[in-house]
């Protein structure tokens, strides 16, 4: 009887040790699929599925082909902003695997599976997009491959020439979206967004605040004015980050992020001319200048002279000011929710910041300096004017260079 009971036993356990398997192999393979959303009627469309079927034929995937335009909107949405694809990485035709892996623009069939058989392992997850969908192949892509970009799951982009598989990846000859090439644009914008004439008058308003810590200060004047210039350049620093990160969320997350770009280039152009205008017309008709009633909110909270007043002032300063200046700013919010990730672009949004209160710090360390704070002041008046000539053909050049450079 034990040995009975005992087989018995065994028997259940055996059983239930296999129905979890099974149950457990069944539930692992619903989730596998490959999906091809594409939309239209094109004999093309078909073919490319059937090769990728074929290709993958000793997968155990659930092959579909989706071709409801409203399923496939909703698809593309989904995982682009899932997987953090930008703009310029969004294409007409996505074939996804597990959610994970996708490759954009018909990316021929054996590289696909190659990635699958040698590579996927490797990647929680990737996204493929072929550039040359619709166009010709010359005598360089028939010898080197077609170029592709690749988005990997840390955020980064990179951009190289594929021939038959996945293995031969070349990026002797290739761009990266994360290079340095942005770094002197961001900063440069970021330095010309913080000396335009709607931030001379910030700067004045700082040169004054902290002449009013001097005066308030009791124990160590130098210390004091150090640690209140602190408080408020971070306060505008995070007021104008907090701007841009809302923007550059909206914007990369949207259906459109590269309408967006387009409008920035558009703002940026547009507040140009009117700094043009008031070189050589000054005085008439509109003019970008912070309103006095936000200036009288400011200078009930700065004659307060506290840390949590210093603060408030600060975000006051950021908020009151973007509508003045923001032309610069939305034209590289816009170009980098169109050509970065969320991730990338907020790297870049963090060095455009530091430039922007560039100015400020520079002001801070020759705070004590009442000579030299007295003659900055001086040059920054007489000066006005042709910062609005110099910053007006900024704006026009850098809302012109992301028109027609494809950024935009």
Known sequence: MKKKSALTIICYLLLLVASSSILADIQV???ESVVYYAFGQCACIREYFENVESALSDYDFNFHLERSFDKIEEAKNRLYKELNVPGEMQGKYLLSINDKFLFINEVPAEIVADFMMNHSQL?????????????GIDDRQENDGIVYKILFGDGSIVEGRIRDSFSDFDVSSVTNIMSLSFVPVVFFSGLLDGINPCAFAVLFFFIAFLYLARERSEASIRRSIFITGSIYIAAVYTGYLLIGLAVIKVATFSSFPHLFSLIGAALAVLFGLVNLKDYFWPGRGFSLKIPKSAWKTIATWMHKATIPSTIVVGLLVSVVEFPCTGGIYLAILGMLADTTTFTTGFLYLLLYNVAFVFPLIIILVFSNNKTVMT???????????????VTGLGMILLGLILFFTGSA
């Open 29 to 31: 393979h619903s989730t």
């Open 123 to 135: 990647y929680p997850s990737i996204v493929v997009y072929n550039t040359n969908i619709g166009g």
């Open 375 to 389: 003659k900055m002041r001086e040059w920054i008046l007489s000066k006005e004017r042709e910062m609005r000539l």
